[in-house]
Structures are given as structure tokens and as C-alpha cells.
């Protein structure tokens, strides 16, 4: 930062004397998100100024000699890693100078006069990003000041047929992370987000190959249409708004789409491949699917390929980094049980020891502890533990898989997975009278 800092001020209408540093910077800086911790404050915002005053230039009437195309990808790509951290001045420069990233990815023009290369538009776009994600005050002007989700929402829906998929994905990412605040998403209802969505997954959802090519761009709808459906599902206080009909037949028009995805064969569900990833999208969206839908999802995608998904991730749970991420395989099996009843001796048998379950004339017994079996070997040994755990939101969604695969019988319940585990669900529950009996 010091070197350019000095170069840009001493020649900064020579861009080939401090080119060669700032791509050493962003070679050097790839993954990093700290910068203060080696410079000073004053020189990191110095750094900011002087790259928002070299893509100022671009916009300048009286300078004749305009930023070259792989210049102000590197510029852009500076700003994008050096503002994953941002100190009070950076907060300043970047707020009055936001719009600068909506010109150069051509949004919201009316009339687009130049188009820009992609590469610019691209990194341009993703500045905004770490923009939004990292500062409160950028956000609120990007939201509020900019009316960035609408503007980027309707720059979609008119020009997404001319933009290339990786400018499209960008876009995709910042539309998610504003749509996670609900006041957002209500307001870009009437602009047909939505039903955007949806179209653009029936549509490049054809072929394997499409699938394949599309894969990093078809992630980022599922994430988007996750969130814009989210009031549907569990997760919108724990009661689930009831679909209008729009609603309902655009998740029925869905399910075969999804069909295609997740009945891609992907071998070792390895989390570097990309089809790997976009079925985990997948499977985060369709926690949404509406109650009176679930019956047709069971018949288009059977329920055995959400089985094989469930137990390639257990092993997930294994780490408190990667816990959270088995979270929506198992929120969707536990709404499947709940609403679809005959898949729920499919899951039980799945999940506990053959043993256990089988039909006996023996007396069952509930004990404080779970039966040995369960604690030792299969599913159930890796669930069980995250009943009294720490982590709220597996401790809840276990304990109601266990409820539901054991046909919402508290006893049950509690003779698989002891008296002392299963507690806090009968509190829950209302059924702590029935535990144990």
C-alpha cells in the first residue's frame, strides 16, 4: 500500500509505473482480511482515495486518456480486497463514492451509452459486496440512498439476457444478502423477483451438461429463491405463511427441476465439486416447500435420494465448524416426516439400530440413558448428543426428527433416546406427563 500510495501520487497519470505493485497486492493479498495489523490507518485510507480517484478519471469530461480495461480491473479488484476492512475515513470515501461501482457495471442506466468489459462490471459489483456486508452505514446507503436492490431487481429482469453468467452470479449475491432483511424482501414483491427466479431456473435447468456448466450460477438462484420464500418455511419464526396460489404453483412448477438436480450423480459428495454444492443449495430451498406439497416432492424425488444426501453429511456433525451446515438435510427430512407420514418408518429404520425397532413381544422399557446400541453405533450415536447441546438449532430440529420418525409418540421417543435426552423436547412439547410412562 505504501509503494503505490507513493508511485500514484508522484505519477498518477502513468498507470504503467504502479501497475506492476498493485498487481502484486492483490496476488499477495488474496485471502486476506486484516490490514491495519502492518499499516497504519492513514496509509490504508490513503490507498482507498487514491483508487476511487483513478476510477473517477473514468468520468472526467476534461481527461482525455481513459483508464485502460486491465487497469481498472486491477484497481477494482485493490478495492475489493482492501475494503474487507474498512476504518472510518474508508467509510467516508466509500459511502460518496458508491455509484461509481453501479456506473461501471452498467446499472440502472436508462440509456447505456458505453458498455463496459465484463471483467469490469464483474469486480466492480462485487466491491459492492464486501461493501454492504461488511459496513451498516454502506449498507444503509446502498439500500435506502441507492435503492441498489430494486434498481439491480429491475436491471435484471430487463438485461439478463445480455449479461454474461459471471455477472449475473454477482448480481445474484448481492440481491441475497440484501433480501436477507425482510423489509427488503417484502418491498421487491411487486417487482417480480420472484417469479424472475423461478423462470430462470426452468429455464437453464435443461440438460446434464447445462446443469454442469451453470452449476455456480444455479447455487446462487437456489440461495435467492430460499430467501425470497423463507415466510414459507420453518424458519420465519417457526410458523410457516400460509402460500397465496401464485405461490404454491410457482414451488409446484419447481419440483421437477429440482428432480434434475438432485438426481445428478456426484461422487463422493465432495464439497469442492459444484454439483455437490448446488444439490446443498437445493436442499436449502426446498425447507420451503409448502406443508400441502410435500406428498408431490416425495413423489418426484424420492425419498431415498434425501437419504443418501442425509448420511453422506453426518459426518459434518463431527466438527463444531461444520456442524451448522448438516442443519438443512435435516430440517427437510424432519418436515417430510412430519407432513408426509408413511416415509417415517423409512427414516426410523434409516436412523436407529434394526434391533431397537423391530417388532417384539418383549415389554419395552424407557430408561434415564439411551440403550446402549444407540449411543454406540449408526445415526442415532451422532444425533443424540446434540439433544442436550449447546448449538440451539440442532439441539431443536433433532430432537423433532427423533419426534417425528417415531410417529409423534413421546414414549418412543424417549425409549430410543432416554428419558434424560428427550426432556427438553416433552417441555417443549407440552408432553413432559407422558415421558417415561
Given at each position: 500500500?505504501?509503494?503505490?500510495?507513493?508511485?500514484?501520487?508522484?505519477?498518477?497519470?502513468?498507470?504503467?509505473?504502479?501497475?506492476?505493485?498493485?498487481?502484486?497486492?492483490?496476488?499477495?493479498?488474496?485471502?486476506?482480511?486484516?490490514?491495519?495489523?502492518?499499516?497504519?490507518?492513514?496509509?490504508?485510507?490513503?490507498?482507498?482515495?487514491?483508487?476511487?480517484?483513478?476510477?473517477?478519471?473514468?468520468?472526467?469530461?476534461?481527461?482525455?486518456?481513459?483508464?485502460?480495461?486491465?487497469?481498472?480491473?486491477?484497481?477494482?479488484?485493490?478495492?475489493?480486497?482492501?475494503?474487507?476492512?474498512?476504518?472510518?475515513?474508508?467509510?467516508?470515501i466509500?459511502?460518496?463514492?458508491?455509484n461509481?461501482?453501479?456506473?461501471?457495471?452498467?446499472i440502472?442506466?436508462?440509456?447505456?451509452?458505453?458498455i463496459?468489459?465484463n471483467?469490469i462490471?464483474?469486480?466492480?459489483?462485487?466491491?459492492?459486496?464486501?461493501?454492504?456486508?461488511?459496513?451498516?452505514?454502506?449498507?444503509?446507503?446502498?439500500?435506502?440512498?441507492?435503492?441498489?436492490?430494486?434498481?439491480?431487481?429491475?436491471?435484471?429482469?430487463?438485461?439478463?439476457?445480455?449479461?454474461?453468467e459471471?455477472?449475473?452470479?454477482?448480481?445474484?449475491?448481492?440481491?441475497?444478502?440484501?433480501?436477507?432483511?425482510?423489509?427488503?424482501?417484502?418491498a421487491?414483491?411487486?417487482?417480480?423477483?420472484?417469479?424472475?427466479?423461478?423462470?430462470?431456473?426452468?429455464?437453464?435447468?435443461?440438460?446434464?451438461?447445462?446443469?454442469?456448466?451453470?452449476?455456480?450460477?444455479?447455487?446462487?438462484?437456489?440461495?435467492?429463491?430460499?430467501?425470497?420464500?423463507?415466510h414459507?418455511?420453518?424458519?420465519e419464526?417457526?410458523?410457516?405463511t400460509?402460500?397465496?396460489?401464485?405461490?404454491?404453483?410457482?414451488?409446484?412448477?419447481?419440483?421437477?427441476i429440482?428432480?434434475?438436480?438432485?438426481?445428478q450423480?456426484?461422487?463422493?459428495?465432495?464439497?469442492?465439486?459444484?454439483?455437490?454444492?448446488?444439490?446443498?443449495?437445493?436442499?436449502?430451498?426446498?425447507?420451503?416447500?409448502?406443508?400441502?406439497?410435500?406428498?408431490?416432492?416425495?413423489?418426484?424425488?424420492?425419498?431415498?435420494?434425501?437419504?443418501?444426501?442425509?448420511?453422506?453429511?453426518?459426518?459434518?456433525?463431527?466438527?463444531?465448524?461444520?456442524?451448522?451446515?448438516?442443519?438443512?438435510?435435516?430440517?427437510?427430512?424432519?418436515?417430510?416426516?412430519?407432513?408426509?407420514?408413511?416415509?417415517?418408518q423409512?427414516?426410523?429404520e434409516?436412523?436407529?439400530p434394526?434391533?431397537?425397532?423391530?417388532?417384539?413381544?418383549?415389554?419395552?422399557?424407557?430408561?434415564?440413558?439411551?440403550?446402549e446400541?444407540?449411543?454406540?453405533?449408526?445415526?442415532?450415536?451422532?444425533?443424540?448428543?446434540?439433544?442436550?447441546?449447546?448449538?440451539?438449532?440442532?439441539?431443536?430440529?433433532?430432537?423433532?426428527?427423533?419426534?417425528?420418525?417415531c410417529?409423534?409418540?413421546?414414549?418412543?421417543?424417549?425409549?430410543?433416546?432416554?428419558?434424560?435426552?428427550?426432556?427438553?423436547?416433552?417441555?417443549?412439547r407440552g408432553?413432559?406427563?407422558?415421558?417415561?410412562?
Amino acid at each position: 500500500m505504501e509503494v503505490f500510495n507513493e508511485q500514484y501520487q508522484n505519477q498518477r497519470d502513468s498507470d504503467s509505473v504502479w501497475i506492476e505493485t498493485l498487481k502484486k497486492f492483490n496476488t499477495g493479498n488474496a485471502d486476506k482480511r486484516v490490514f491495519t495489523d502492518k499499516v497504519s490507518a492513514n496509509t490504508k485510507e490513503q490507498f482507498t482515495y487514491n483508487l476511487f480517484h483513478y476510477l473517477k478519471n473514468e468520468f472526467n469530461p476534461s481527461q482525455t486518456v481513459k483508464p485502460s480495461v486491465e487497469t481498472m480491473v486491477q484497481v477494482l479488484i485493490s478495492l475489493r480486497i482492501s475494503l474487507r476492512e474498512f476504518t472510518g475515513k474508508d467509510r467516508d470515501i466509500v459511502k460518496n463514492e458508491l455509484n461509481i461501482f453501479f456506473k461501471l457495471g452498467n446499472i440502472g442506466e436508462a440509456e447505456k451509452i458505453k458498455i463496459y468489459d465484463n471483467s469490469i462490471r464483474e469486480e466492480a459489483l462485487k466491491c459492492i459486496v464486501n461493501c454492504i456486508s461488511r459496513d451498516p452505514v454502506i449498507q444503509n446507503t446502498f439500500l435506502v440512498e441507492m435503492n441498489g436492490p430494486i434498481t439491480l431487481t429491475r436491471e435484471v429482469k430487463k438485461n439478463s439476457g445480455e449479461m454474461s453468467e459471471g455477472l449475473l452470479d454477482v448480481i445474484y449475491k448481492v440481491l441475497v444478502h440484501c433480501c436477507a432483511k425482510p423489509e427488503i424482501k417484502l418491498a421487491l414483491r411487486p417487482e417480480g423477483l420472484l417469479e424472475f427466479v423461478s423462470e430462470q431456473l426452468l429455464t437453464k435447468v435443461t440438460t446434464t451438461e447445462a446443469i454442469t456448466k451453470s452449476a455456480p450460477l444455479l447455487s446462487d438462484l437456489c440461495r435467492l429463491l430460499f430467501t425470497l420464500t423463507i415466510h414459507l418455511g420453518p424458519l420465519e419464526g417457526g410458523r410457516p405463511t400460509p402460500p397465496n396460489h401464485l405461490e404454491l404453483e410457482g414451488f409446484r412448477r419447481l419440483l421437477p427441476i429440482f428432480k434434475k438436480i438432485i438426481t445428478q450423480y456426484t461422487p463422493g459428495n465432495n464439497a469442492s465439486d459444484p454439483i455437490y454444492n448446488l444439490k446443498c443449495a437445493v436442499i436449502s430451498a426446498l425447507i420451503n416447500t409448502p406443508k400441502d406439497l410435500y406428498d408431490e416432492l416425495i413423489e418426484e424425488i424420492p425419498l431415498t435420494y434425501f437419504q443418501e444426501i442425509f448420511k453422506s453429511q453426518i459426518h459434518l456433525l463431527s466438527s463444531p465448524e461444520t456442524a451448522a451446515e448438516f442443519l438443512p438435510i435435516l430440517m427437510l427430512l424432519t418436515n417430510t416426516a412430519e407432513n408426509v407420514v408413511s416415509t417415517r418408518q423409512q427414516l426410523k429404520e434409516m436412523t436407529f439400530p434394526y434391533d431397537l425397532i423391530k417388532e417384539t413381544d418383549e415389554p419395552l422399557s424407557v430408561g434415564i440413558e439411551p440403550p446402549e446400541e444407540v449411543k454406540k453405533t449408526g445415526i442415532s450415536s451422532k444425533l443424540i448428543p446434540f439433544m442436550t447441546g449447546s448449538d440451539i438449532g440442532l439441539k431443536h430440529f433433532v430432537s423433532e426428527y427423533f419426534f417425528m420418525i417415531c410417529d409423534e409418540d413421546a414414549n418412543e421417543v424417549c425409549r430410543l433416546t432416554g428419558f434424560g435426552n428427550a426432556a427438553g423436547l416433552l417441555v417443549t412439547r407440552g408432553l413432559m406427563s407422558l415421558g417415561g410412562k
